[in-house]
């Protein structure tokens, strides 16, 4: 797929999460409570009440909070109390196999984002650097690839996005 078809597949992503008035209920896994309250802060400048955040600050509280009440998306810091990098996506994967991550890398750190995606998460953010749009495209996307997802199907693509806040690139990675 080229970044056209790519960058119109996100744009579909962003219309249907514009137009669905459902709220999307989404579980932050993180242990920075300002991180939290930045995240709730661009969702909400998104605008109307299309998301329904809940923040936990360790995996395991995250772990129960999907099994007692379910959400739309996760999105999972991969540094929290409780452990640290690729391994709290397969931990999150094992305990909750049905739930779309997006991961937060702390730093500018492909490597450590790719290799989230490897584990099983459908889509990364490099913290501090997207805004409420991206985030939100970003959360639609990973719920719309998981539901898409047939287990040993697909191939990987990979495109660079421009972040219009920083004039860097984000990379975005998924199975079709």
């Known amino acids: 797929m080229n970044f056209a078809a790519h960058y119109c597949e996100l744009e579909n992503c962003w219309l249907k999460l514009t137009m669905d008035k459902t709220p999307t209920k989404i579980l932050i896994i993180g242990d920075n409570p300002l991180d939290a309250r930045l995240v709730r802060q661009l969702l909400l400048d998104v605008g109307e009440s299309r998301f329904e955040p809940v923040d936990v600050g360790r995996l395991a509280d995250g772990i129960r909070q999907l099994k007692d009440n379910g959400c739309d998306t996760v999105l999972l810091d991969l540094s929290v109390a409780d452990g640290a990098g690729i391994d709290l996506v397969a931990r999150l994967q094992s305990a909750v196999a049905q739930a779309p991550i997006v991961v937060l890398p702390a730093l500018d750190d492909r490597r450590l984002a790719l290799d989230g995606m490897r584990a099983g998460a459908q889509e990364f953010l490099i913290k501090a650097s997207f805004a409420g749009p991206l985030l939100a495209r970003a959360l639609r996307y990973a719920i719309d690839v998981k539901n ?29």
């Open 148 to 176: 898409e997802r047939a287990p040993g199907v697909g191939s990987r693509f990979e495109v660079a996005l421009p972040n219009y806040d920083e004039g860097k690139s984000v990379s975005v990675m998924a199975e079709h």
